[in-house]
C-alpha cells in the first residue's frame, strides 16, 4: 500500500500569509494526487486535481505542485475564509489513501 | 450537476451490518466512472472505504475488506455499501463520491453510529 505522509500536522498562519502543505508518497505516484478542504461538519472539497490543475470555481490563490513522490499545496495569500483542514489524496493505486490532514489555525 | 445523497441508518447496534446508499442524480452511473465511500471517525481523519466500478468490479480498503460490500443498482442508479460485524470503532461520518481523477462530487455525508 502508498502511505502518504502529510506535513505539518497544523500550522498558526494571519490573513495574508503564504501557506504551505507538503505531502510524501512512500513511492512514486506520477501526477495522482488531489487536495481537499475540509470546513467542520462539511463535506470535503476539491481544491487541486492531477496535482498541479485548479478545480474549476476555486480560488487562484491556491496552486499544487509536484510529481512522484513530493507534493505541495501552496495558498498565496491566505484569506479568513481557507481556515480549514485539508487533505491530500493518492489515487494512483488501490487502496488510494489520504494524508493525515493540515489543519490551518487563526495565528 | 452532479448530486450525490447518502442514506441509512443513524444507529446500528455492535455486531450487526450497517447499510448506506448512495443515490445520484445528474448523472448515470452506467455512463461511467468508478463510486466510492470515505469515512470519518469523530475528530479524525479522512478514511477511504472501498469503490466501485459501473460494470461492477470493486476494490476495497484491506483494514475492513473482509467485512465491506459494496454494489451498484444502475436501474435506481445508487449505490451502496454494506459493512458486517460492526463495532464501536466503525462509529463515524460516512460520504459517498464520485471518482474522477480523486474524487470531484460528493454527498453531504451521513453520521453513523454504533451503540446497543
Known amino acids: 500500500d502508498i502511505q502518504m505522509t502529510q506535513s505539518p500536522s497544523s500550522l498558526s498562519a494571519s490573513v495574508g500569509d503564504r501557506v504551505t502543505i507538503t505531502c510524501r508518497a512512500s513511492?512514486?505516484?506520477?501526477?495522482?494526487l488531489g487536495w481537499y478542504q475540509q470546513k467542520p461538519g462539511k463535506a470535503p472539497k476539491r481544491l487541486i486535481y492531477?496535482?498541479?490543475n485548479l478545480q474549476s470555481g476555486v480560488p487562484s490563490r491556491f496552486s499544487g505542485s509536484g510529481s512522484g513522490t513530493e507534493f505541495t499545496l501552496t495558498i498565496s495569500s491566505l484569506q479568513p475564509e481557507d481556515f480549514a483542514t485539508y487533505y491530500c489524496l493518492q489515487h494512483n493505486s488501490y487502496p488510494w489513501t489520504f494524508g493525515q490532514g493540515t489543519k490551518v489555525e487563526i495565528k | 450537476q452532479v448530486q450525490l445523497q447518502e442514506s441509512g441508518p443513524g444507529l446500528v447496534k455492535p455486531s450487526e451490518t450497517l447499510s448506506l446508499t448512495c443515490a445520484v442524480s445528474?448523472?448515470?452511473?452506467?455512463?461511467?466512472?468508478?463510486w466510492g465511500w470515505v469515512r470519518q471517525p469523530p475528530g479524525k481523519g479522512l478514511e477511504w472505504i472501498g469503490s466501485i466500478y459501473h460494470s461492477g468490479g470493486t476494490y476495497y480498503d484491506p483494514s475492513p475488506k473482509s467485512r465491506v460490500t459494496i454494489s451498484v443498482d444502475t436501474s435506481k442508479n445508487q449505490f451502496s455499501l454494506k459493512l458486517s460485524s460492526v463495532t464501536a470503532a466503525d462509529t463515524a461520518v460516512y460520504y459517498c463520491?464520485?471518482?474522477?481523477?480523486?474524487?470531484?462530487?460528493w454527498g453531504q455525508g451521513t453520521l453513523v453510529t454504533v451503540s446497543s
Open positions: 445528474g448523472y448515470s452511473i452506467s455512463s461511467g466512472y468508478s
Open positions: 513511492q512514486g505516484i506520477r501526477n495522482d
Open positions: 463520491a464520485r471518482a474522477y481523477s480523486g474524487y470531484d462530487y
Open positions: 492531477a496535482a498541479s
